[in-house]
């Protein structure tokens, strides 16, 4: 069988998407390892070491035109090529190439499958882009909330719409005590406790809540007066987040942690005692799992794809975003080992529990049923 996938990034920037896209691709290979794959990247120009891959796997980039022209480029490649080499199924990683896999689906009636992660996938209006998500083989989603979204606003018949979850490397993930290192580097003690977060500080990811934690602080504050929040992350919102420092005086409290090093992440979650991100737009949530793996608790908002993460519930603690009161309470909760669920406090059990639900074993096992399905009705 011969499969073309389409990604935005693969090698260059380590978003959800590209993450999500990397395993998808390492997946179908393994459940087809003699099978052709054309790999086109649009924003990438080369393969990376760390990645391994299939001899019979063919890397088409387009990242080294100007961005200008990148998308026409990218859209005849795609296109050219799906007429020339004819593949058994298209996997658009993206849901905004799948006009793209229409087009070509009505000239060779080629089959494709589309991904949608999150807010790319909500509210969509355009007519074009329903009709080819009409046209669509299967839909994939990341997680529950998105697929609902879907359903329900494009009118899709529930088999139409499958869940493919999000998944991690739980290898390059351990339970582990506080790392001295980043004890020193922050002027920290081991038994303070600590608030993680880690998100870009974007002006249009605010609603990862953030910021909500930071007005939550003072009250926090208040029960557990050595408390510190340290928040991971770069971007456009710092001064923002500065400002809000400033205004409720959490200088002593607070510590901004700026950009860190991937190799960093595991060690940054074993400082903390309660990762939080209190978000109300957000597809899903990887640093969820990645949490969860390291045994750590976790906050998150129950408005949006991160209630599937933490199962509802049952493996974190699930508030409203809005709710700055409700933010301290919970977390003030957690932090003197008063929550109401025992398994917040089970380290071993909480990673064991991640791993079984949303490892690479069970995505890849999902995504075979899936794709069994497919070519045994075609």
């Keep these: 069988m011969k499969f073309h996938l ?5 090698f260059g920037f380590q978003g959800g998407i590209q993450v999500y896209s990397r395993f998808l691709l390492q997946a179908i290979q393994n459940i087809y390892p003699q099978s052709e794959y054309d790999i086109f990247v649009k924003h990438d120009v080369s393969t990376s070491s760390d990645f391994v891959y299939l001899p019979q796997t063919r890397f088409h980039f387009s990242g080294e035109h100007s961005d200008n022209i990148r998308t026409p480029i990218f859209a005849s490649q795609i296109i050219t090529q799906g007429c020339l080499k004819r593949p058994d199924l298209i996997i658009s990683c993206h849901i905004n190439f799948t ?17 949608g992660h999150g807010i790319d996938a909500w509210n969509i209006e355009d007519p074009l882009m329903k009709k080819a998500l009409h046209d669509a083989d299967l839909i994939l989603t990341g997680g529950n909330y998105t697929r609902e979204r879907l359903i329900k606003e494009q009118n899709f018949h529930p088999d139409k719409v499958l869940v493919l979850f999000n998944t991690f490397n739980a ?10 290192k980043l004890l020193q580097r922050y002027n920290l003690k081991p038994d303070e406790p600590i608030i993680l977060t880690v998100a870009r500080l ?3 990811e605010q609603y990862k809540g953030y910021d909500k934690i930071l007005t939550a602080l003072p009250k926090i504050r208040q029960h557990i007066p050595n408390v510190k929040y340290i928040l991971v992350g770069k971007g456009k919102d710092k001064y923002r987040v500065q400002q809000l420092i400033s205004q409720y005086e959490l ?15 595991t060690e940054h979650y074993n400082l903390c005692d309660v990762f939080a991100m209190p978000s109300k737009a957000e597809g899903f949530g990887i640093v969820y799992l990645e949490a969860l793996a390291c045994g750590k608790p976790v906050l998150a908002g129950n408005q949006d794809g991160a209630v599937d993460p933490l199962c509802q519930g049952e493996l974190g603690a699930l508030i409203n975003p809005d709710d700055s009161d409700a933010i301290a309470q919970t977390l003030i909760q957690i932090l003197q080992g008063e929550y109401q669920n025992p398994l917040l406090y089970q380290p071993q059990e909480l990673r064991k529990k991640v791993i079984e639900r949303f490892g690479f074993e069970s995505f890849e096992l999902t ?9 045994n009705n075609s």
């Design 171 to 180: 290898n390059r993930l351990k339970i582990a005590p506080k790392p001295e």
């Design 6 to 10: 389409w990604v935005p990034n693969l």
């Design 99 to 115: 006009v793209a896999a229409y087009r070509l689906k009505q000239l060779t009636g080629i089959p494709y499958f589309t991904i």
């Design 251 to 265: 200088e002593e409290s607070v510590i901004l942690a700026g950009y860190i090093p991937d190799e960093e992440l």
């Design 202 to 204: 974007s002006e249009s």
């Design 367 to 375: 995504l075979s049923n899936y794709l069994k399905h497919h070519f």
